[in-house]
């Protein structure tokens, strides 16, 4: 009777925008009007501080300790890219943030080295910093080889506005995003959970897609690849070959006993890691939800997977970028680009689809307009979702040039959005993004939204560091959490799934 209930809120799911912050304009293919979002518009949010971060563009993933955030870096040390190693800024007035300082060279900020991923572990006063190649074609990156490594840096002792590097880890496999889990039963104990993105040719390919490392002992430079895992060989010949199938990124439920996988083209799929929760001595990684069974949309290329708290409920974003990459991928890229689907997860084995949610520019009416077949706005930007950070009731999602959506939405998905926030772009930095930057708006809302004290801190690729205050529905709510992020389960993660 449950899944009949929820087939109708999907047939009946109509997610209509209303007008915060957006232009109309009509479609010449259908006469609809569309609101186009409009950049330095903001309902739901109030603006508390900005960092431009140096102007100098191609911002990457931030990282929270106390009183300052790091920045890493989509390029690289290419001639003309301005200090593109870890910024560090002083977040202890958060009415007017500021860079402090950067890790340089010889750590960071190395030609063709991107310092993609930034996590920070309190506890042991950590940050860790993933490396790895970029690329010379949408990141302005000069060609180098291909290598990688996390690299651990020491923030006691006055080494918070100047971190100390202390030890480096260097996957088994090439990394892409990670995940930091923290035993919630065992203090000291940590797991990174590593997507190792790879495309097999064959069900034959078992490569792993997913490592679990152990970082306990990071301090001493110690790391142990506990689990690796990949579900390819569970796919058809066919597959393998006509669509991405490989991991992108993958969300680690509070307690640990549960990995939701965002596996690109391959769908979304639920691991059973309850072994590594558990600190087993020989743990395994059991695949629940058979890859037949992933929920399908049309251009589905999953990005991010995130739990709801207290719900068996999933989102998930489907990131897309311009017309620019479709000879260089598998997805049909541009108009309407990706948005948020919600999946029940009630039923791990057969994980059903309930419901999204879509800004103006993800309806096909859209495309039909006149920005909407703009070259420079098809080619070179994406109006794409990409991370999100969860509460019960309530979602933050950075949307590219859409800027950050917030939406709130009850236990079967149903969304209405609550607020929107697209800054006034930067009159020039020194590095735009190829493929997303470039566009009319010129706003890359991208990292996963950092909620400290409550308040929210949110990094554009080209325009920089942001501190918000929420104000619209369930704002008490937000104000209550001390710290909260979509790709950790630190701070408030354990008390919000237990409902506490």
């Known amino acids: ?5 929820f087939a109708l809120v999907l047939l009946l799911l109509v997610v209509g925008l209303p007008a915060l912050g957006h232009n109309q304009e009509t479609s010449s293919n259908d006469r609809r009007t569309v609101q186009l979002t409009r950049p330095g518009s903001s309902e739901g949010f109030e603006l508390v501080g900005r960092d431009p971060l140096l102007r100098r563009g191609m911002n990457a993933a931030p990282a929270i ?6 920045v890493g870096s989509r390029t690289d040390a290419s001639p003309g890219h301005r200090s593109p190693g870890v910024l560090v800024v002083d977040i202890s007035r958060a009415t007017d943030p500021e860079v402090v ?5 010889p750590f960071e900020g190395l030609p063709s080295q991107t310092s993609r991923e930034l996590r920070v ?3 042991k006063d950590l940050l860790m910093v993933m490396n790895f190649r970029c690329s010379s074609f949408i990141h302005s990156c000069v060609q180098g080889d291909d290598v990688w490594d996390i690299s651990f840096y020491d923030l006691r002792n006055g080494h918070a506005a100047d971190p100390k590097l202390i030890s480096t880890y260097e996957p088994s496999f090439k990394p892409h995003e990670m995940f930091l889990w923290r035993d919630p039963e065992r203090p000291g104990r940590a797991l990174l959970y590593i997507s190792t993105p790879h495309r097999s040719e064959s069900p034959d390919d078992d490569t792993p897609n997913l490592v679990v490392t152990d970082i306990s002992k990071a301090r001493s430079g110690v790391f142990e690849e506990v689990a690796t895992y990949s579900a390819n060989p569970q796919y058809d010949p066919e ?5 991405d199938v490989a991991l992108h990124s993958m969300g680690v439920s509070a307690g640990g006993e549960r990995t939701y996988l965002a596996y690109l083209g391959g769908g979304f799929l639920v ?3 309850s072994d590594l929760a558990q600190d087993e001595s020989d743990p395994q990684l059991n695949l629940i939800t058979p890859v037949d069974n ?9 990005h991010s997977a995130v739990k709801v708290p207290r719900h068996d409920l999933i989102i998930t974003t489907d990131e897309i970028y311009g017309d620019l990459l479709d000879d260089f991928a598998f997805e049909d890229h541009g108009c309407p ?5 919600f999946i029940d997860v009630s039923d791990e084995e057969n994980p059903a689809l309930v419901g999204q949610y879509k800004v103006s520019e993800n309806q096909s009416a859209y495309c039909g307009t006149i920005a909407g077949q703009d070259p420079a706005n098809t080619f070179f930007t994406s109006f794409s979702a990409h991370n999100p950070t969860v509460l019960s009731d309530l979602a933050f999602v950075t949307w590219h040039s859409a800027g950050l959506q917030a939406f709130s939405f009850d236990a079967v998905g149903v969304p209405e959005q609550v607020g929107l926030f697209s800054p006034r772009p930067l009159p020039g930095v020194v590095t735009e993004d190829v493929a997303l930057s470039q566009g009319l708006n010129k706003v890359v809302m991208w990292s996963y939204p950092i909620i400290k004290d409550g308040l929210i801190y949110v990094v554009d690729i080209r325009n920089g560091l942001y501190v918000l205050r929420y104000t619209g529905p369930s704002a008490d709510e937000v104000g209550r959490v001390r710290f909260l992020e979509g790709n950790s389960n630190l701070g408030a993660a354990v008390r919000l799934e237990n409902g506490s």
């Not at 300082?101 to 060279?105: A, K």
């Not at 992933?294 to 999953?302: F, K, L, R």
């Open 1 to 5: 009777m449950r899944r009949i209930a």
């Open 65 to 70: 300790y106390k009183d300052f955030l790091y």
């Open 101 to 105: 300082g950067e890790i340089e060279e």
């Open 121 to 123: 572990w309190p506890g």
């Open 239 to 243: 597959a393998l070959e006509s669509r």
């Open 271 to 273: 691991l059973d890691s």
């Open 294 to 302: 992933s929920p399908i949309w049309p251009n589905q290329t999953v």
């Open 337 to 341: 680009w990706g948005w948020v689907h």
